[in-house]
Protein backbone atom coordinates (compact mmCIF):
# COMPACT_ATOMS: atom_id res chain seq x y z
CA UNK A 1 0.00 0.00 0.00
CA UNK A 2 0.90 3.08 -0.65
CA UNK A 3 1.34 5.98 2.24
CA UNK A 4 1.79 9.85 1.79
CA UNK A 5 3.57 11.80 4.45
CA UNK A 6 3.43 15.83 4.90
CA UNK A 7 5.25 16.35 8.03
CA UNK A 8 4.44 20.02 8.89
CA UNK A 9 1.05 20.24 10.34
CA UNK A 10 1.39 23.84 9.90
CA UNK A 11 3.58 26.68 8.29
CA UNK A 12 3.31 30.45 8.03
CA UNK A 13 4.74 32.59 6.01
CA UNK A 14 4.77 37.02 5.06
CA UNK A 15 3.50 37.64 2.25
CA UNK A 16 5.08 38.31 -0.78
CA UNK A 17 8.29 35.40 0.26
CA UNK A 18 8.68 32.21 -0.43
CA UNK A 19 7.48 28.82 1.52
CA UNK A 20 8.60 25.40 0.67
CA UNK A 21 5.80 22.48 1.82
CA UNK A 22 7.55 19.25 2.19
CA UNK A 23 5.70 15.46 1.30
CA UNK A 24 7.21 12.36 1.05
CA UNK A 25 5.54 8.91 0.18
CA UNK A 26 6.50 5.57 0.05
CA UNK A 27 5.74 2.97 -3.15
CA UNK A 28 7.34 0.18 -4.83
CA UNK A 29 5.97 1.16 -8.38
CA UNK A 30 8.20 3.05 -10.69
CA UNK A 31 5.08 4.70 -12.53
CA UNK A 32 2.87 6.77 -11.19
CA UNK A 33 1.62 10.79 -10.58
CA UNK A 34 1.78 13.06 -8.02
CA UNK A 35 -0.71 16.41 -7.12
CA UNK A 36 -1.04 19.16 -4.71
CA UNK A 37 -4.07 20.26 -3.59
CA UNK A 38 -5.26 23.64 -2.16
CA UNK A 39 -8.24 23.61 0.21
CA UNK A 40 -9.08 27.11 0.95
CA UNK A 41 -11.73 27.76 4.15
CA UNK A 42 -14.56 27.52 1.52
CA UNK A 43 -13.46 23.60 1.62
CA UNK A 44 -13.78 23.30 -2.03
CA UNK A 45 -10.48 21.26 -3.14
CA UNK A 46 -9.06 22.65 -6.01
CA UNK A 47 -5.76 21.53 -8.40
CA UNK A 48 -2.35 23.71 -7.83
CA UNK A 49 0.31 21.36 -9.17
CA UNK A 50 1.12 18.08 -11.07
CA UNK A 51 4.05 15.67 -11.71
CA UNK A 52 4.30 12.80 -13.82
CA UNK A 53 6.76 10.54 -12.29
CA UNK A 54 8.63 9.30 -15.71
CA UNK A 55 9.25 13.35 -16.31
CA UNK A 56 12.94 14.29 -14.32
CA UNK A 57 11.92 18.55 -15.48
CA UNK A 58 9.72 19.65 -12.62
CA UNK A 59 6.53 21.17 -13.12
CA UNK A 60 5.41 25.05 -12.48
CA UNK A 61 2.44 26.70 -12.71
CA UNK A 62 2.95 30.26 -12.79
CA UNK A 63 3.80 31.07 -8.54
CA UNK A 64 4.02 27.39 -7.83
CA UNK A 65 6.87 24.57 -8.44
CA UNK A 66 8.05 21.55 -7.07
CA UNK A 67 10.90 20.06 -6.20
CA UNK A 68 10.48 16.13 -7.34
CA UNK A 69 12.99 13.80 -6.23
CA UNK A 70 12.10 10.46 -7.16
CA UNK A 71 15.03 8.59 -5.73
CA UNK A 72 14.31 10.09 -2.61
CA UNK A 73 10.25 9.44 -2.75
CA UNK A 74 10.42 13.65 -2.36
CA UNK A 75 7.91 15.74 -3.80
CA UNK A 76 7.96 19.71 -2.45
CA UNK A 77 5.94 22.57 -3.11
CA UNK A 78 7.37 26.14 -3.27
CA UNK A 79 5.15 28.96 -3.24
CA UNK A 80 6.80 32.29 -4.70
CA UNK A 81 5.54 35.87 -3.90
CA UNK A 82 2.82 34.16 -1.54
CA UNK A 83 -0.47 36.11 -1.27
CA UNK A 84 -3.06 36.49 1.04
CA UNK A 85 -5.45 34.09 -1.38
CA UNK A 86 -2.56 31.39 -0.38
CA UNK A 87 -3.91 30.32 2.78
CA UNK A 88 -5.34 27.47 3.16
CA UNK A 89 -5.08 23.25 3.68
CA UNK A 90 -2.39 22.10 1.27
CA UNK A 91 -2.69 18.44 0.49
CA UNK A 92 -0.10 16.06 -1.41
CA UNK A 93 -1.55 13.24 -3.25
CA UNK A 94 -0.04 10.08 -5.00
CA UNK A 95 -1.68 8.16 -7.89
CA UNK A 96 -0.48 4.72 -8.60
CA UNK A 97 -3.18 3.73 -11.02
CA UNK A 98 -6.22 2.44 -8.85
CA UNK A 99 -7.04 5.72 -6.31
CA UNK A 100 -5.09 8.44 -5.12
CA UNK A 101 -4.14 8.62 -1.52
CA UNK A 102 -3.74 11.61 0.10
CA UNK A 103 -1.50 13.06 2.91
CA UNK A 104 -2.34 14.74 6.27
CA UNK A 105 -2.29 17.90 5.02
CA UNK A 106 -0.02 21.56 6.01
CA UNK A 107 -1.95 24.68 7.05
CA UNK A 108 -0.62 27.76 5.47
CA UNK A 109 -1.03 30.61 7.26
CA UNK A 110 0.29 33.59 4.89
CA UNK A 111 0.67 36.96 7.10
CA UNK A 112 0.07 40.24 5.80
CA UNK B 1 -21.33 25.99 -16.34
CA UNK B 2 -19.58 23.00 -16.55
CA UNK B 3 -18.79 21.24 -13.21
CA UNK B 4 -19.39 18.54 -10.32
CA UNK B 5 -22.80 19.68 -7.94
CA UNK B 6 -23.54 18.34 -4.37
CA UNK B 7 -26.78 18.89 -2.23
CA UNK B 8 -27.38 19.74 -0.26
CA UNK B 9 -24.51 21.54 1.74
CA UNK B 10 -25.83 21.33 5.02
CA UNK B 11 -27.33 18.16 6.20
CA UNK B 12 -28.49 16.43 9.72
CA UNK B 13 -29.87 13.56 10.42
CA UNK B 14 -30.84 12.01 13.18
CA UNK B 15 -28.97 8.77 14.40
CA UNK B 16 -30.79 5.11 12.67
CA UNK B 17 -31.54 6.97 10.01
CA UNK B 18 -30.46 6.79 6.43
CA UNK B 19 -29.39 9.53 4.65
CA UNK B 20 -28.65 9.91 0.45
CA UNK B 21 -25.54 12.44 -0.99
CA UNK B 22 -26.17 14.15 -4.24
CA UNK B 23 -23.18 14.15 -6.67
CA UNK B 24 -23.63 15.16 -10.36
CA UNK B 25 -21.00 16.21 -12.80
CA UNK B 26 -21.82 17.46 -16.33
CA UNK B 27 -18.01 17.08 -17.35
CA UNK B 28 -18.86 13.82 -19.59
CA UNK B 29 -16.49 12.20 -16.93
CA UNK B 30 -16.44 8.05 -16.94
CA UNK B 31 -14.92 7.83 -13.45
CA UNK B 32 -16.60 8.98 -9.83
CA UNK B 33 -15.28 8.81 -7.05
CA UNK B 34 -16.36 9.65 -2.44
CA UNK B 35 -14.42 10.84 -0.12
CA UNK B 36 -14.97 11.60 3.46
CA UNK B 37 -12.54 14.20 5.05
CA UNK B 38 -12.78 14.33 9.02
CA UNK B 39 -11.12 17.66 10.99
CA UNK B 40 -7.78 18.18 10.32
CA UNK B 41 -6.98 15.02 8.50
CA UNK B 42 -7.04 14.25 4.58
CA UNK B 43 -9.31 12.65 2.51
CA UNK B 44 -9.76 8.94 2.82
CA UNK B 45 -11.74 7.16 -0.56
CA UNK B 46 -15.14 5.24 0.78
CA UNK B 47 -16.22 4.42 -2.95
CA UNK B 48 -15.30 5.11 -7.03
CA UNK B 49 -16.49 3.68 -10.28
CA UNK B 50 -15.22 3.84 -13.32
CA UNK B 51 -17.78 3.14 -15.40
CA UNK B 52 -22.12 3.16 -15.48
CA UNK B 53 -23.42 0.18 -13.20
CA UNK B 54 -20.02 -0.69 -11.91
CA UNK B 55 -18.47 0.23 -8.73
CA UNK B 56 -15.72 -0.89 -6.34
CA UNK B 57 -14.90 0.02 -2.56
CA UNK B 58 -12.65 1.90 -1.22
CA UNK B 59 -10.43 2.20 2.03
CA UNK B 60 -13.35 3.07 4.24
CA UNK B 61 -16.68 1.57 2.48
CA UNK B 62 -18.49 0.18 5.73
CA UNK B 63 -21.27 1.55 5.98
CA UNK B 64 -22.02 3.38 2.83
CA UNK B 65 -23.82 2.27 -0.01
CA UNK B 66 -23.49 4.09 -3.72
CA UNK B 67 -25.25 3.50 -7.40
CA UNK B 68 -24.32 4.38 -10.82
CA UNK B 69 -27.41 4.35 -13.09
CA UNK B 70 -26.12 7.52 -15.31
CA UNK B 71 -23.31 8.73 -15.87
CA UNK B 72 -23.71 12.01 -14.63
CA UNK B 73 -24.70 11.14 -11.13
CA UNK B 74 -23.06 9.36 -8.42
CA UNK B 75 -25.55 9.65 -5.05
CA UNK B 76 -23.59 8.44 -1.91
CA UNK B 77 -25.95 6.32 0.99
CA UNK B 78 -24.88 6.54 4.54
CA UNK B 79 -26.85 3.66 6.36
CA UNK B 80 -27.43 3.74 10.17
CA UNK B 81 -24.90 1.16 9.83
CA UNK B 82 -22.29 3.86 9.69
CA UNK B 83 -21.22 4.81 13.38
CA UNK B 84 -19.50 7.53 13.17
CA UNK B 85 -21.29 9.55 10.24
CA UNK B 86 -20.07 13.28 10.75
CA UNK B 87 -17.82 13.94 8.93
CA UNK B 88 -17.33 16.18 5.44
CA UNK B 89 -18.10 14.41 1.83
CA UNK B 90 -16.19 15.41 -1.02
CA UNK B 91 -17.26 13.80 -4.74
CA UNK B 92 -14.82 13.77 -7.22
CA UNK B 93 -15.08 13.19 -10.78
CA UNK B 94 -12.34 12.28 -13.82
CA UNK B 95 -12.29 11.67 -17.60
CA UNK B 96 -11.22 8.54 -17.11
CA UNK B 97 -10.29 6.33 -14.21
CA UNK B 98 -7.00 6.14 -12.54
CA UNK B 99 -4.48 3.83 -14.41
CA UNK B 100 -5.21 5.26 -17.51
CA UNK B 101 -2.38 8.23 -18.01
CA UNK B 102 -2.18 11.20 -15.88
CA UNK B 103 -5.84 11.63 -14.76
CA UNK B 104 -6.77 14.61 -12.92
CA UNK B 105 -9.62 14.26 -10.53
CA UNK B 106 -11.97 17.44 -9.44
CA UNK B 107 -14.12 17.86 -6.68
CA UNK B 108 -17.17 19.35 -6.18
CA UNK B 109 -17.94 21.85 -3.05
CA UNK B 110 -18.56 19.23 -0.49
CA UNK B 111 -21.28 18.53 1.84
CA UNK B 112 -21.38 18.46 5.59
CA UNK B 113 -23.01 15.85 7.42
CA UNK B 114 -23.92 16.08 11.15
CA UNK B 115 -25.62 13.07 13.30
CA UNK B 116 -28.14 14.42 15.72
Known amino acids: AQTVTQSQPEMSVQEAETVTLSCTYD???????LFWYKQPPSRQMILVIR??????QNATENRFSVNFQKAAKSFSLKISDSQLGDTAMYFCAFDAGNMLTFGGGTRLMVKP | DGGITQSPKYLFRKEGQNVTLSCEQNLNHDAMYWYRQDPGQGLRLIYY???????QKGDIAEGYSVSREKKESFPLTVTSAQKNPTAFYLC???????????????FGPGTRLTVL
Open chain 1, 27 to 33: TSENNYY
Open chain 2, 92 to 106: ASSIAPSGTGLVTQY
Open chain 2, 49 to 55: SQIVNDF
Open chain 1, 51 to 56: QEAYKQ
